[in-house]
């Protein structure tokens, strides 16, 4: 099956200092990738949608200069959580849509990474 | 605005028992339906899906029903077993966007 690597998968850092998470997909390439946040005892919530060479999507609510979404390549996405406050602490999950998005190959299955626990003091 | 509901928060069952999750949604027309296991700090990981013209699915010990009238979806572990101790998402998609429910953490007694 698919492998998705993310890293860190434990993040402690500072209020006012900037947080890189790095989403690889290691077996196939992926033009969309998704990023979720997950509060203890929550639902996945999804930030934002991740698009191979263009602009992130963002959910409604989602702050698209505070998180920023680069998808450079194919098997990349990262994350960067800018100037990290208290409440930006939390769980944050990438997932990989193997094939185009809605095309033949794609089943809607996600992989999932192994997600990057942030805390931020 | 669409909900997704799934029944309890947490199920404990003895082991070699059924456990059934149910996962209710409203307003929401979804293609299709998925359930993941998530175990604690770790990434959620895909175990069925059902499309909305399919009625049940199997797969080794777990079978889904998927009733699109009654909007609800039912998933059932059979002879549950200790390993099987983890939080159960239940995730709708049209096209390739999921929302999730906030999952039941079964437990599984030896």
């Known amino acids: ?121 | 605005s669409q909900k997704i509901e799934q029944n309890s928060e947490a199920l404990n069952i003895q082991e070699g028992k059924t456990a059934t999750l149910t996962c209710n949604y409203t307003n929401y027309s979804p293609a299709y339906l998925q359930w993941y296991r998530q175990d604690p700090g770790r990434g959620p990981v895909f175990l069925l899906l059902i499309r909305e013209n399919e009625k049940e699915k199997r797969k080794e010990r777990l079978k889904v029903t998927f009733d699109t009238t009654l909007k609800q979806s039912l998933f059932h572990i059979t002879a549950s077993q200790p390993a099987d101790s983890a939080t159960y998402l239940c995730a709708l998609g049209n096209d390739y966007k999921l929302s999730f429910g906030a999952g039941t953490t079964v437990t599984v007694r030896a």
Not at chain 1, 48 to 75: C, M, P, R, W
Not at chain 1, 94 to 102: E, K, N, T
Not at chain 1, 104 to 118: A, H, I, K, Q, Y
Request: aromatic residues 10%; neutral net charge.
């Open chain 1, 1 to 121: 099956g698919a492998v998705v690597s993310q890293h860190p998968s434990r993040v402690i850092c500072k209020s006012g200092t900037s947080v890189k998470i790095e989403c690889r997909s290691l077996d196939f390439q992926a033009t969309t990738m998704f990023w979720y946040r997950q509060f203890p005892k929550q639902s996945l919530m999804l930030m934002a949608t991740s698009n191979e060479g263009s602009k992130a999507t963002y959910e409604q609510g989602v702050e698209k200069d505070k998180f920023l979404i680069n998808h450079a390549s194919l098997t990349l996405s990262t994350l960067t959580v800018t100037s990290a406050h208290p409440e930006d602490s939390s769980f944050y999950i990438c997932s990989v849509l193997p094939g185009l998005a809605g095309g033949p190959t794609s089943t809607g299955e996600l992989f999932f990474g192994e997600g990057s626990r942030l805390t931020v003091l």
